[in-house]
């Protein structure tokens, strides 16, 4: 049976998705395995799991989706999902959607995220990384026009679900609120120190390659652009998004994604208007955010698709019978 598109549509996003145990890196925030199966097995029960290919058709009035409809979607173009998603889905006969960041996957580029994730997966205490940052901050304040750091205290220091404050801040500072400059550099010796020092094995071992890509491309997942650098592009001015956009464009010919079903996936789920006029300018189809709910105007949020994110899901998924609510989302 199907109906029109009334039904409110359930975005899962996934990031990592790893036997967390077995890696070096247990601490990195990320889905088990075990955890995985369970989800998948949920989601099929009480949902629709359809593909991307089917969301375009309906959103273009081309098809009609079923009750209860779920698309499950994969950022930053891991090896997890090549080695663990892939044949998972491979098997129940589901569809994934994957968005690889181009200079990852093509380039062997760790994105700073990740080198922040990661160090922050080390053993290092955090407080030893808030006050190598705000040592950084005070000896080169005039070389960058810095703020004093009760201005970065203030606004930063705030703290989520997932994480504790100085964590948070951390991330914060590194990712976003000092000059990219600056970050890059800290980052960069913040990874060496307490990671790798061989950044090309270890991307190699972080993200899928292009003939990965392919692999799963050809066995029916979807591959989406996840811009070529993995940019807040709502921060950037419009030539620079434009930019980033077109060159994301080589990873969907390298893994062969035909334009007719072209999607991408905002880096850190920003955006602006631009960013959304650029994506209609080239062809995309849809877009994806990370705003945390339920999609209930599709036809109408096809350029800022908002999702759940997988940690928002109940961490026992079989033994709640409760279906994913906004509520559940908290
Ligand atoms: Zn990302």
């Not at 949902?47 to 089917?54: K, N, R, T, V």
């Not at 799963?216 to 709502?234: E, T, V």
């Not at 698709?305 to 928002?312: A, E, F, K, V």
């Amino acid at each position: 049976m199907s109906v029109p598109l009334q039904p409110k549509l359930t975005i899962v996003m996934y990031h990592y998705v790893r036997p967390l145990a077995l890696t070096r890196f247990p601490k990195i925030k990320g889905l088990d395995l075990a955890l995985f199966d369970e989800q998948l097995a949920y989601l099929q029960k009480h949902y629709s799991l359809i593909s991307m290919e089917e969301l375009i058709d309906a959103i273009e009035g081309a098809g009609r989706l079923p009750p209860r409809p779920a698309l499950l979607t994969f950022d930053d173009g891991y090896t997890d999902h090549y080695e663990h998603v892939f044949p998972r889905l491979a098997e129940r006969r589901l569809q994934g959607s994957f968005f690889p960041v181009a200079c990852s996957a093509l380039d062997r580029q760790i994105l700073d995220a990740n080198k922040i994730q990661f160090t922050l997966a080390s053993d290092v205490d955090p407080d030893r990384l808030v006050a190598f940052i705000e040592d950084a901050c005070r000896d080169r304040a005039a070389e960058f026009g810095l703020h004093d750091i009760a201005h970065y205290r203030e606004k930063f220091w705030v703290g989520n679900f997932l994480d504790p404050p100085n964590v948070d801040y951390v991330k914060l500072m590194l990712q976003h609120a000092l000059p990219m400059k600056l970050r890059a550099e800290l980052v960069d010796q913040l990874f060496r120190r307490y990671v790798a020092s061989d950044e090309v094995s270890f991307a190699d071992e972080l993200y899928a390659s292009a003939d990965q890509l392919r692999a799963m491309r050809n066995g029916g997942m979807h591959i989406g652009s996840h811009g070529d650098l993995h940019l807040w592009l709502g921060t950037i001015p419009a030539p620079e998004q434009y930019a980033d956009i077109d060159r994301s464009l080589r990873l969907l010919d390298a893994v062969g994604m035909p334009p007719r079903y072209r999607t991408i996936c905002y880096p850190y789920g920003s955006y602006d208007a631009h960013t959304i006029e650029a994506v209609a300018a080239r062809g995309f189809k849809l877009a994806l955010t990370t705003e945390v709910a339920l999609a209930d105007r599709i036809a109408a949020q096809r350029f800022a698709l908002p999702r759940l994110d997988t940690n928002h899901l109940p961490k026992d998924a079989l033994a709640s019978p409760n279906e994913w609510t906004i509520a559940a989302a908290g």
